[in-house]
T-cell receptor
Framework: DADVTQTPRNRITKTGKRIMLECSQT?????MYWYRQDPGLGLRLIYY???????NKGEISDGYSVSRQAQAKFSLSLESAIPNQTALYFC????????????FGPGTRLTVT | GQSLEQPSEVTAVEGAIVQINCTYQ??????LSWYQQHDGGAPTFLSY????GLEETGRFSSFLSRSDSYGYLLLQELQMKDSASYFC?????????FGTGTRLLVSP
């Protein structure tokens, strides 16, 4: 089984709808991250969490919120989806004291129409 | 702010050696990571340089010069399966900032 899983893998939704992307990990890591990837823009950090009580904004957090339900679970929500949130979303984890080596989930392709 | 620059695309032939450069301007630099991403796949970690010098992992090596704000990934004995995008990422205190990626095309 994969160490980092994301659900759903693909989602098409309409403008204004609320949507939640879920991430689970079995690596036992404390640190979890949400990124979005757009063509030509690389990976941009949305939110990150170092434990259940710790949530931090990344560089592009506007329009997104997160919830760290447990050490193993980190969810990303779009309260009111808009078309420019169409992107590939990745969850990642890292262990120990280092953020340099991150383990990524398979990604969720989200389309907002 | 933080900025990283890497070439958008590099082409090479099987068996060759290719170098992908990364220059950065950041504050609070801790080190430089490299990731590989195949089309439709997730990024996977390749290497990390926290200190100046060369790190070698099999066919891949990574170099860092902190005084020059520069690093590179060296891929030797290229194989078709090395065709992918490669991202450098600066490690800051609590996070990574990724470059926009270099697409490597390996031809027979």
């Amino acid at each position: 089984d994969a160490d980092v899983t994301q659900t759903p893998r693909n989602r098409i939704t309409k403008t204004g709808k609320r949507i939640m992307l879920e991430c689970s990990q079995t690596k036992g890591h404390d640190r979890m991250y949400w990124y979005r990837q757009d063509p030509g823009l690389g990976l941009r950090l949305i939110y990150y969490s170092f434990d259940v009580k710790d949530i931090n904004k990344g560089e592009i957090s506007d329009g997104y919120s997160v919830s760290r339900q447990a050490q193993a679970k980190f969810s990303l929500s779009l309260e009111s989806a808009i078309p420019n949130q169409t992107a590939l979303y990745f969850c990642a984890t890292s262990g120990g004291t280092g953020t340099q080596e991150q383990y990524f989930g398979p990604g969720t392709r989200l389309t907002v129409t | 702010g933080q900025s990283l620059e890497q070439p958008s695309e590099v082409t090479a032939v099987e068996g060759a050696i290719v170098q992908i450069n990364c220059t950065y301007q950041t504050s609070g630099f801790y080190g430089l990571s490299w990731y590989q991403q195949h089309d439709g796949g997730a990024p996977t970690f390749l290497s990390y340089n926290g200190l100046d010098g060369l790190e070698e992992t099999g066919r891949f090596s990574s170099f860092l010069s902190r005084s020059d704000s520069y690093g590179y990934l060296l891929l030797q004995e290229l194989q078709m399966k090395d065709s992918a995008s490669y991202f450098c990422a600066v490690r800051l205190f609590q996070k990574l900032v990724f470059g926009t990626g270099t697409r490597l095309l390996v031809s027979p």
